[in-house]
Each structure stands twice: as C-alpha cells, then as structure tokens.
C-alpha cells in the first residue's frame, strides 16, 4: 500500500546504515539421540544479540505436523505481523531446501498496536512464536523443514535480521515444546463462521467522500480490544475505537476511481481471543 511505504522508507533509511549481520546457522543433526533436542534446532543468532529464532516441533497429529519458528527479541524490541502498520517491515519465510515438504503454511498471532514515535505500528514485542503447519508429501518417510527468515528488529533504531534453521521433524514423542506451539496458536485469530458473521455490524458513515469510513460494531459476548482492516493493494485503513465494542474504519487511501465496493480482511482481538473475517465494504467511490 503506497500510504505505508512512505514509513517504511524510514526504516528502510535505518537499515540502509547497517552494512553487515553475522548470522549463525542453525541445522539439527539427523543422528541425535531420541532427547529434548529432536524437537527443536539450534537457535540462530543476530551479531549483537539483537534477536534469535529456532524451529520447534511439536510431532504430528491428522497427517499434519504441528511446528513454530520462535523469535526472541529484547523485552522492548519490537517485530511486525504480515501488516506492519505506518511502519515496519513483514516477516518474508522462505522454505526452499526443505525435503519431503509438500507445503508449509506460517500462521500469525494477532498482533498490538505499537507506537513508534508517533508512528503506528503493528506486530509484537519482545519476540513472537508463528506456528506452521506443514504437509509430508509422503507420509511414510521422514521431513526436513528449513526455513530462512527475514525480518526486522526495531528498538532505538530498525535493524535487518536473517536467521536460517533446519530441523528433522519428528513423527511421535512427547515433545517440550508442545505448551509453547499451543499457546501461540491460541493466539491466532480463529475464523469468524458464517452464523456467527452477524455479530459484526458495519454501516457507511456519511463524512468526508474523499475518504469514505465506516462504523464497525462487534455485539458478540467477548470484549473487543481492537480492530485491524487488510486491503487489497492501492488501499490502505486505519481503524480506531470510538466507544465499547465500537470502531471507525477509514479508508485513508483508495485507486482512483475506486469501486462501488471493496473486500477487505478485519482482525478483531479481545483479551484472550481473536477473530478474523472477510467482510465487504459498500459505498466507498470516494469523490476524487
């Protein structure tokens, strides 16, 4: 969306003055002893301590296995969600390299909304666990997983990190790492179903047409924290709470000429749960 890549210049302006990060491979070793360690890599680690990320297991269960990259940062450094906000930067996963992996699919904690001097961000602080689900291709024979991460780290100042960790996955055990795999998954925002959709009522304000916004109301039993709104390209949201359970959605930038409609993914969070929907917005042809 063009509104956040003007914000993310800055941090690309920050990163632009790091020349170089050692990054420390992480690979599990296909002789280890049936312990603790089959279920999790090596941690890969940032030059300065700035962040590191492992790959953890938790066995398989339905013909899936149930993995997580686990990234640890700071206890106030920050990293972003698929939808950084103004700012940030997204994690890029890459599973090339990876064996007997038909595919991998990374799932994402809902996030916080940071505040970054003054520039809002989404994403998580002090370091985020994505759970993965990951398909054998056959499931008679074993699976490497290896993945290659890209993300940032901001505190003072936005920093690259790349870390790279490979890890045979295994098929039955009791695995420690499984509380850890769980509690991340709760987090993940659980799909709104359709006999549930009425519990959110949306309705076009009549404001300015040059950036059409909406009311966004959520009547269901949990109390909602937050709202996050993802578009499609050329569009960007912002979203704020105006009363309990009550949000403003405003489309801040929209193609032109925008369509009589527009899809868009919303994410609402509570204090233990979360929900994701895909919802339409009517009447946003804005006067251009």
Avoid at 106 to 120: C, M, Q, S, T
Avoid at 202 to 224: E, F, N, Q
Wanted: charged content about 20%; some cysteine.
């Amino acid at each position: 969306m063009a509104r956040f890549c003007q914000s993310v210049s800055i941090v690309s302006l920050a990163i632009a003055m790091v020349f170089s990060i050692a990054v420390v491979p992480a690979k599990s070793d296909p002789g280890l002893a049936p312990t603790s360690s089959v279920f999790a890599s090596s941690w890969s680690k940032q030059a300065g301590g700035i962040g590191e990320m492992r790959l953890v297991s938790a066995g398989r269960s339905m013909g899936l296995y149930d993995a997580a990259v686990e990234i640890k940062l700071a206890p106030n450094a920050v990293t972003y969600w698929r939808q950084p906000g103004e700012a940030g930067v997204p994690p890029q996963f890459s599973f090339a390299g990876s064996e007997n992996v038909a595919s991998a699919k990374v799932l994402y904690p809902a996030p916080v909304r940071l505040d970054e001097g003054g520039i809002e961000a989404f994403g998580y602080r002090g370091g985020v666990t994505f759970p993965i689900r990951v398909t054998p291709r056959d499931a008679t024979k074993p699976s490497r997983l290896a993945l290659s991460l890209d993300y940032a780290v901001c505190d003072r100042i936005c920093i690259p990190a790349k870390g790279h960790a490979e890890l045979i996955l295994p098929q039955s055990g009791d695995s420690p790492e499984r509380a850890l795999i769980a509690a991340a998954e709760a987090r993940v925002p659980a799909k709104l179903s359709s006999t549930s959709a009425d519990k959110i009522a949306i309705h076009a304000l009549a404001a300015d047409k040059a950036k059409p916004r909406w009311s966004v109301v959520w009547t269901g039993a949990m109390p909602a924290s937050d709202l996050f709104a993802e578009g499609p390209d050329g569009w960007a949201f912002e979203t704020r709470k105006t009363a309990k359970n009550t949000f403003t959605l405003t489309a801040v930038e929209s193609p032109s000429p925008a369509p009589e409609h527009v899809s868009v993914r919303l994410t609402l969070t509570g204090p233990d749960k979360a929900y994701e929907l895909t919802a339409s917005l009517v009447g946003v042809k804005a006067d251009k």
